[in-house]
Antibody, heavy 117, light 107 residues
Framework: QVHLVQSGAEVKKPGSSVRVSCTTSGGFSSYAINWVRQAPGQGLEWVGGIHPKFGTPNYAQIFQGRVTITADPSTGTSYMELASLRSDDAAIYYCVRLTGGLYLDYWGPGTLVTVSS | DIQMTQSPSSVSASVGDRVTITCRASQGIGNWLAWYQQKPGKAPKFLIH???SLQSGVPSRFSGSGSGTEFSLTISSLQPEDFATYYCQQANTFPLTFGPGTKVEIK
């Protein structure tokens, strides 16, 4: 059984950074962990991901330079850090396991990030 | 990037109705398409991969079809637990992209 446990909700000021963690049970190094966000009342947006075994992250172009995704195989944890936060970064951030076929099969519960001055 | 569109954006239907949602890709993606179901306040749930392969535990009233650029998700007989928002996602290449969603509402 695969479970993804995410860190708690965050409230951040514009211009600051946020780091969200995601701890996976079962086969962490065998699958890539990706991050998808959902702004309030909006659809799903892919942020990026990393395969713990290979270590090279992959980011959506719109987040390039602001997002850093890392993975720590020793703890089975992936981290997503987003810098220079803006009000439109307010969203639920989901960590998701990515299958070899680029499908998102197991989803974490989500972490709400609020950006407010 | 591959753009995904969905129609309709919302549909009102009754229990027992047949509902079909269409998803289109801006370029051919073969059969590399997934569908997700999301209920309010919950994470999306992975329903279908490879256009038409149901994930374990997904009821057989759900089916997917299509290839290339045009795809569809059909619920053959809508049940109360099926009222949700449905998203398609292309799994052909990075960046992964999603359709804007189709909300299935109670009539």
């Amino acid at each position: 059984q695969v479970h993804l446990v995410q860190s708690g909700a965050e409230v951040k000021k514009p211009g600051s950074s946020v780091r969200v963690s995601c701890t996976t049970s079962g086969g962490f190094s065998s699958y890539a962990i990706n991050w998808v966000r959902q702004a309030p009342g909006q659809g799903l947006e892919w942020v990026g991901g990393i395969h713990p075994k290979f270590g090279t992250p992959n980011y959506a172009q719109i987040f390039q330079g602001r997002v850093t995704i890392t993975a720590d195989p020793s703890t089975g944890t992936s981290y997503m850090e987003l810098a220079s936060l803006r009000s439109d970064d307010a969203a639920i951030y989901y960590c998701v396991r990515l299958t070899g076929g680029l499908y998102l099969d197991y989803w974490g519960p989500g972490t709400l990030v609020t950006v407010s001055s | 990037d591959i753009q995904m569109t969905q129609s309709p954006s919302s549909v009102s239907a009754s229990v027992g109705d047949r509902v079909t949602i269409t998803c289109r890709a801006s370029q051919g993606i073969g059969n590399w398409l997934a569908w997700y179901q999301q209920k309010p306040g919950k994470a999306p749930k992975f329903l279908i991969h490879g256009t038409s392969s149901l994930q374990s535990g997904v009821p057989s009233r759900f089916s997917g079809s299509g290839s290339g650029t045009e795809f569809s998700l059909t619920i053959s007989s809508l049940q109360p637990e099926d009222f949700a928002t449905y998203y398609c996602q292309q799994a052909n290449t990075f960046p992964l992209t999603f359709g804007p969603g189709t909300k299935v509402e109670i009539k």
